[in-house]
């Protein structure tokens, strides 16, 4: 993502003055939305797509059988009306009935278990621990099935609220993976009416969306989707009115746009944090990280406050879990807390026979402005760090082939509200686990599979304070998403980050 100077948003005001009636004239009922900087949606499929932009289609144009309250993060029955554990390892579900996908199939028990019997079978999936759970599908009859997981699986509900939509099964089995993607059936608040792969999709409002799901009837008719990953061309649409939204801004456009006449700005928090990863098992064949000491340096090393204050604008909060606060089983109060002091990061560093510091690579996704602050830091206490900014797709390829000792990085979750989602996801002793702490290990198995809520909290709480002891990671700050929109737009940012083109209408 670029940044735009204050001579390219000039330059993008002026054009908007030309052209400003296309902003006012919202007779057509379209919403015109741009996105860019999270990843083109090469599969419209998000079982093997999975991008940010991918959840977000699949929010609108499908439906999982839980719906989660963005709000309230309340559990609501979606294309399932109720469900029920029958024991530790089965959910049985009862079906919403007179539900249609767009092209007509009805859906019932059979779409279910064709959905998830495939996925959760298939090595193709992108995110395999999305899925992984589920041990087989059962068809009980026509409007009731059984969820059977491999183990106890306590956090299956909040995963279902995921991006796991139900496929039609006749026309998914027809048409494939790649069917699908080229022309998406779903029974979600919008149909699929073009799709133009990494240049624009056009959705129409579902008509028929009136079967009692708690996701809103979309209140505009049409949604066209332009993939641009210039920001500075997104602003200079914005401006110009050619799009009414943006999920894309950085903080310094934020501000710049703030005051700009009939466009409005924003930043929210969301479930993502930002975190420093550290190679503790020395997977990368370098040695200083593997050291505790040398861990516990750096994150004395790093003023997370003042990246919070001069970089995010104080938006987002400087946090001590490895996981959001606001995720279940997020405790808070097991979490160490390192303080900015240059002074004992450079104690444990002579302590760790590094008085004169040493060299190291630091890893980032790019942008990641604010790795340069990181590196400052570091030098500050005798660490000289070599920024390797990388396109996702390098950065990815350097830490699956243990390329990377420290790596600046952010998980959201797959905007699920469950510890599991992140801590389970990168320490349990898989490829992702650059700790190999067997101890946190097993507690995760525990938080894990417990079917007692209090019980789960106790051992992510060992985990946390294991994780934080050892320093496996220096979390920075909870992410923030920021906005541009045509302040005619009756827009609504939401903690999960996703955006839900039906819960927007015009002013």
Same mark, same amino acid.
């Given at each position: ?347 444990? @560093? &002579?302590? *760790? ?10 890893? #980032?996704?790019?942008? =990641?402005?604010? %790795? /340069? ?42 905007? @699920? &509200?469950? *510890? ?10 898989? #490829?992702?686990?650059? =700790?190999?702490? %067997? /101890? ?68």
């Amino acid at each position: 993502m670029k940044r735009i100077g204050l001579f390219g948003l000039m330059t993008a005001l002026t054009l908007s003055l030309g052209v400003h009636d296309a902003r006012a004239d919202k007779s057509d009922d379209t919403l015109r939305i741009a996105w860019g900087s999270n990843g083109v949606m090469h599969n419209a499929d998000n079982y093997y797509g999975n991008t940010r932009a991918g959840i977000w289609f699949t929010k609108s144009v499908w439906d999982t059988l839980i719906e989660r309250d963005p709000v309230t993060l309340e559990y609501k029955g979606n294309l399932a009306t109720g469900w029920t554990w029958i024991d530790d390892t089965t959910l049985e579900f009862k079906l919403r009935q007179g539900v249609r996908f767009h092209n007509g199939e009805p859906f019932d028990a059979d779409d279910v278990v064709y959905t998830y019997t495939r996925m959760s079978t298939d090595e193709g999936v992108k995110i395999k621990r999305l899925v992984n759970w589920i041990g087989a599908v059962e068809k009980i009859d026509q409007y009731t099935v059984r969820i059977r997981t491999k183990t106890a699986f306590p956090q299956a509900i909040e995963y279902l609220t995921g991006p796991l939509p139900i496929y039609p099964n006749e026309y998914y089995e027809k048409v494939g993976s790649e069917g699908m993607s080229n022309m998406p059936v779903g029974t979600g608040p919008y149909k699929v009416v073009n799709m133009k792969p990494g240049e624009e999709y056009t959705l129409v409002r579902n008509d028929d969306y009136d079967w009692g799901s708690p996701k809103s009837k979309a209140k505009i008719k049409h949604v066209i989707i332009r993939e641009i990953p210039d920001i500075q061309t997104q602003v200079a649409e914005l401006l110009a009115g050619g799009i009414d939204m943006t999920p894309d801004l950085t903080t310094d456009l934020v501000e710049k746009l703030q005051g700009v006449p009939d466009v409005s700005a924003e930043q929210a928090e969301t479930l993502r944090i930002y975190y420093i990863g550290l190679d503790a098992a020395g997977r990368s064949g370098v040695k200083p990280v593997t050291d505790v000491r040398v861990r516990r340096a750096i994150s004395h090393a790093v003023n997370r406050k003042s990246i919070v204050d001069n970089l995010m604008r104080g938006a987002a909060k400087v946090i001590d879990t490895p996981c959001h606060p606001k995720q279940f089983g997020c405790v808070a109060s097991a979490a160490v807390s390192y303080d900015y002091n240059v002074e004992t990061a450079k104690k444990l @560093l &002579a302590e *760790a026979g590094y008085p004169d510091g040493f060299e190291l690579d630091l890893f #980032a996704e790019a942008p =990641a402005h604010e %790795a /340069e602050a990181i590196i400052g830091d570091l030098a500050a206490v005798g660490i000289q760090a070599k920024l390797n900014r990388l396109p996702w797709e390098a950065y990815a390829d350097a830490l699956a082939k243990n390329k990377a000792s420290v790596f600046l990085t952010n998980w959201g979750s797959n905007s @699920l &509200a469950d *510890a599991a989602a992140i801590i389970s996801y990168f320490f349990s002793n898989n #490829a992702d686990d650059f =700790a190999r702490d %067997a /101890e946190v290990t097993e507690w995760l198995k525990v938080a894990d599979t417990s079917t007692d809520p209090e019980k789960r909290k106790e051992f992510y709480g060992k985990a946390i304070k294991r994780i934080t002891e050892q320093s496996y990671v220096l979390s920075l700050f909870t992410g923030v998403r920021s906005y541009g929109y045509d302040s005619n737009l009756n827009f609504i940012p939401f903690v999960d980050e996703v955006l839900r083109f039906h819960e927007y209408s015009w002013k």
